[in-house]
Antibody, heavy 121, light 108 residues
């Protein structure tokens, strides 16, 4: 079964840290992204990592505070979030960038169910 | 950064009728545009990629059109399960990937 399962969300105080995980199964674990959604708001791309970790990008809003990584042996994706702010409160989704050149190449074709991060004192 | 603008913010349509949602890019994204559907409490689901190609398992009543800066998602005959929020996303010029703010499709 094709699946992405996020974990690690929770309540954290401003300035604190949290590490999110995303476990992949049933598909090619290619380039991956983190996308977040603040309560009642739209989708915001957060970070990207290529299949070999050679290329990494961040949104300006998280650059210098968040770190994306992956362990291909474990089919797992991570997001280390430091210096958290109130505005980081959101559901965080991991999503695959499709590698399928005969299909939805580059679109986000597989999504996890999300994990909620709440930053509050 | 390419800004994606969706209209309208909310669209009220009756079941069985046609719905037309718009997405505009601040500069050309060629055909590198996707549409996603999101229902309450669920993750987004890929509907359309390459501006006009339906993703696997998406019903034929969903169609996408456009290129460059103007795009349209059309749902030909609305079913109850189609009432949701729809987002467009460009993947032509990134980072960053950018999404529109969403169109909420509600039952009239």
């Amino acid at each position: 079964e094709v699946q992405l399962v996020e974990s690690g969300g929770g309540l954290v105080q401003p300035g604190g840290s949290l590490r999110l995980s995303c476990a992949a199964s049933g598909f090619t674990f290619s380039s991956m992204n983190w996308v977040r959604q603040a309560p009642g708001k739209g989708l915001e791309w957060v970070s990207y990592i290529s299949s070999t970790s050679s290329t990494i990008y961040y949104a300006d809003s998280v650059k210098g505070r968040f770190t994306i990584s992956r362990d291909n042996a474990k089919n797992s994706l991570y997001l280390q979030m430091n210096s958290l702010r109130d505005e980081d409160t959101a559901v965080y989704y991991c999503a695959r960038r499709s590698p399928d050149s005969s299909g939805p190449l580059d679109a986000f074709d597989i999504w996890g169910q999300g994990t909620m991060v709440t930053v509050s004192s | 950064e390419i800004v994606m603008t969706q209209s309208p913010a909310t669209l009220s349509v009756s079941p069985g009728e046609r719905a037309t949602l718009s997405c505009r890019a601040s500069q050309s994204v060629s055909s590198n545009l996707a549409w996603y559907q999101q229902k309450p409490g669920q993750a987004p689901r890929l509907l359309i990629y390459g501006a006009s190609t339906r993703a696997t398992g998406i019903p034929a009543r969903f169609s996408g059109s456009g290129s460059g800066t103007e795009f349209t998602l059309t749902i030909s005959s609305l079913q109850s399960e189609d009432f949701a929020v729809y987002y467009c996303q460009q993947y032509n010029n990134w980072p960053p990937y950018t999404f529109g703010q969403g169109t909420k499709l509600e039952i009239q």
